[in-house]
């Protein structure tokens, strides 16, 4: 049989018709790329810092290779003569250190920091403990001396050495590190304190008189400079208690002065009010006064022992024109009497009391007044 052949109908095989106006032409988009094309902000920061990261990581790698890789150079042999084309391939020998096969060995005293001999703190720490227990030794032994006559001018220098071996001073180093630490303290010991050789060919130290100075105790030095200087403290000492002595005296002087005058105003003032009392009608009062029974009413107990004192007094009531004094047979012994002559009038210290008195009332009736006027005021104020 013969096979017939199919046709496809119309409507599959057609396309649907394009707008020409809203498509692109073929050519424009070839020539403009897609705008997803070109990456974000976002994507380009992140992409940068990759990029750094991937960098500083290849930088390091490329530095730790090439450290491992290249081998350190040995050291110079300290006893060869290093020319410039040896010291292409070795590195010199550090000072305070030897070198033997290309290795470095500090000396005593000293350790290894990368290629350098530096000084080891731990042995300059004990030279210096060791020098300072040198100096305290021969310091304090010089300053007994001079203070106290107990101590040695001059110490040995094996009794040190001896001393510092049974406290066990050294005992946390070794024998050649000892040995490094007592040639170095000697040296510094030797510039620090004075040296000799005694005739026994013993070597002693001495410790310099201004370092010694320091270790004597406070009282000694007190003591050392009252006795250079005797004469000035002993002056000084005299002029101040000649200088008290006579500001005691003077302010006794003073005392004494203005004591006399305050008993005369008292006699003054007692004998004028007995006056006044004396003469009032309803009074059996005398107008006179035994001065002996008066001198022992003012005066102080203490004040009777010293006779000066009444004697003054009764200088100045003898001089005083107001007050008569005549002897009296009183109950059968005869006695002086002292009697005030002026009547009506008052002495000074009265007149003075009576004139603070008044300008005291003048003050607090003139603060009265002043107080009240305000008041009144204010109450005037308040109903209006």
């Known amino acids: 049989m013969d096979s017939i052949p199919r046709k496809r109908p119309k409507s599959e095989t057609k396309t ?42 290849a ?57 350098l001999c530096i000084e080891d703190g731990a042995i ?45 001073f050294m005992d946390d180093l070794d024998e050649p590190a000892y040995d490094f630490v007592k040639a170095k303290a000697v040296e510094a010991v ?10 026994h060919g013993i070597n002693e130290l001495k410790c310099p008189e201004s370092l010694m100075e320091s270790y004597k105790p406070l009282t000694c030095r007190i003591q050392q400079w009252l006795l250079e200087h005797i004469v000035i403290v002993s002056s000084s000492c005299a002029m101040l208690v000649t200088c008290a002595i006579l500001l005691r005296k003077i302010q006794g002087k003073r005392h ?7 008993l005369y105003d008292q006699v003054c003032d007692f004998l004028e009010e007995n006056a006044v009392t004396s003469n009032s009608a309803d009074s059996n009062c005398e107008p006179w006064v035994i001065a002996s029974r008066l001198r022992d009413h003012l005066l102080l107990p203490r004040e009777r022992r010293d006779p000066l004192l009444w004697t003054k007094v009764e200088e100045l009531i003898q001089e005083d024109s107001r007050i008569d004094r005549y002897p009296k047979i009183v109950k059968g012994e005869q006695k002086v009497v002292w009697e005030w002559q002026v009547e009506g009038s008052l002495s000074l210290s009265k ?20 107080l009240q006027d305000n008041y009144n005021r204010r109450i005037a104020e308040t109903s209006s």
């Open 190 to 199: 030797a510039e620090l304190l004075e040296k000799r050789t005694n005739a």
């Open 59 to 115: 930088l390091t790698c490329s530095f730790l290779a090439k450290y491992l890789d290249s081998d350190p150079k040995s050291f110079c042999d300290s006893d060869s003569d290093s020319t410039d084309s040896d010291l292409d391939s070795c590195e010199p020998c550090p000072a305070n250190g030897e070198c033997h096969q290309g290795k470095l060995q500090c000396s005593n005293g000293y350790r290894k920091q990368g290629t």
């Open 256 to 262: 004494f002065s203005s004591r006399v005058e305050e």
């Open 351 to 370: 007149l003075k009391k009576r004139r603070e008195t008044q300008k005291r009332v003048k003050q607090v009736n003139y603060t009265n007044t002043i």
């Open 16 to 57: 649907p018709k394009r707008n020409p106006k809203s498509s692109p032409s073929p050519i424009r988009s070839i020539l403009e790329p897609p705008q997803s094309f070109f990456p974000s902000k976002e994507e380009f920061i992140k992409l940068l810092s990759v990029l750094l990261i991937a960098c500083a990581v």
């Open 124 to 168: 300059n720490e004990s030279t210096k403990k060791l020098v300072r227990h040198f100096e305290r030794k021969v310091c304090e032994a010089y300053a007994d001396n001079e203070c106290y006559g107990t101590g040695s001018i001059w110490v040995p220098e094996n009794g040190v050495w001896k001393d510092l071996r049974s406290n066990g």
